[in-house]
């Protein structure tokens, strides 16, 4: 595509680590921060709750990236209730629209964050369609 | 109980947290723009990622189109159907008193907020020359949808403006300026208290 700037990875990602409250800030890595600088869009998965229409109009989308040459991970956060993915809920979304689970990478809190932001920066750069799908897509 | 304290929460276009939403040539960014996620942070407002009706809609190999091939019955609904969606969430926002704000993306059909764009007569061979349409001030097909589901659950409107990425030739720094005027202006009607009461 001439000119255009798309990094062809994606993340899908938990409301509280777009958002990470005041009290666990310190807690966690920067984690729009290092998906900035890994090239990765971000999906917004909802804050706790039910939100059906939105986590299916979410597969949706997920599925249509996946289908033309997208890589899609998830990044959540351990001790969450499906890492704040909503996963319970997503995966079968995602099964019934015929997409392969995205991989998922837990963030820990309350540990060394500097670690855990490498951590999860290693996981994001080592993650990508195969070559072979890269080349028939993204041209 | 103690309620939680007042938070600023944007709601902002799909791509504008991605990216890889754009119709092709129309990304400008890997993956975020960083100058909008990172002008809102600073000031302390939450993020709250709109979906984006294009992609789900006609995909993401989608021709570019003009408000005039969007403004159809069966994507007004698609759009109808994403504003049910992510419209709970807004209303509990906006209920518990947080002050909402909207980040468009302006020039875009669907995602324009003071701008979109318009040709009436595009349609069938996609082999327009470049520039070949018009910038209009009115607002894209799905902001027009979304806030007219948000006037349904009787919600006051929200303060709104867009990120000027699709009007033809992307000129960040003045986008960043306008931004920037914008949530000063936020700033200034929050401090003299002229915000719509919610009913």
Same mark, same amino acid.
């Given at each position: 595509?001439? %000119?255009d ?31 900035e ?26 599925a ?19 890492? %704040? ?5 997503l ?43 890269q ?5 | ?17 991605n ?16 100058? $909008?996620?990172?002008a809102?942070r600073?000031r ?9 009706p294009?992609?789900?809609f006609?995909?993401?190999r ?11 019955p069966?994507y007004?609904a698609?759009?109808?159907? !994403? ?23 302006d +020039?875009?059909?669907s995602? +324009? $907020? ?8 595009w +349609? ?12 209009v ?12 589901? !948000? ?10 403006? +867009? ?8 000129d960040?720094?003045?986008s ?5 005027e914008?949530?000063e ?12 009461a $919610?009913?």
């Open positions: 595509m001439n %000119g700037a798309r990094g062809w990875r994606i993340a899908l990602l938990p409301d509280t680590l777009v958002n990470p409250r005041e009290a666990s800030r310190s807690a966690l890595p920067d984690v729009l921060g290092i998906l600088a890994a090239g990765y869009g971000v999906l917004q998965l909802p804050p706790p709750g039910e939100h059906g229409p939105l986590l299916a109009a979410i597969a949706d989308q997920v249509e990236y996946a289908h033309h040459g997208y890589a899609v991970a998830a990044v959540g956060v351990r001790g969450e209730p499906g890492g %704040g993915l909503h996963w319970r809920r995966a079968p979304l995602l099964r019934h629209r015929g997409v392969a689970l995205p991989p998922r990478h837990l963030v820990r809190a309350l540990v060394d964050t500097a670690t855990e932001g490498e951590r999860l920066a290693a996981f994001l750069s080592g993650y990508d369609l195969p070559v072979e799908e080349r028939r897509w993204r041209v | 109980m103690k309620q939680d304290a007042r938070r600023r929460v944007a709601l902002i276009a799909n791509c504008l947290l990216q890889n939403a754009k119709v092709c040539e129309g990304a400008h960014y890997r993956g975020l723009v960083s100058p $909008v996620v990172q809102l600073s302390g407002y939450e993020l709250q990622q709109l979906p984006c294009e992609l789900a006609a995909g993401a989608r021709w570019w189109a003009v408000y005039e091939q969007y403004d159809t069966a007004r698609h759009c109808r159907r !994403l504003a049910q969606a992510i419209a709970p969430l807004i209303e509990q926002y906006i209920r518990r008193g947080d002050e909402v704000i909207l980040i468009g993306l +020039g875009s059909p995602t +324009g $907020v003071r701008f979109t764009s318009s040709k009436p007569d +349609g069938g061979r996609p082999n327009r020359p470049d520039d070949d349409w018009e910038i001030p009115r607002r894209g097909i799905w902001i027009e949808e979304l806030e007219a589901e !948000l006037k349904r659950r009787g919600l006051p409107s929200v303060p709104a403006t +867009g990120w000027a990425l699709d009007m033809g030739r992307f960040e720094a003045g960043r300026r306008d931004l920037e914008f949530l202006s936020r700033e200034a009607a929050q401090g003299s208290g002229d915000d719509p $919610v009913p």
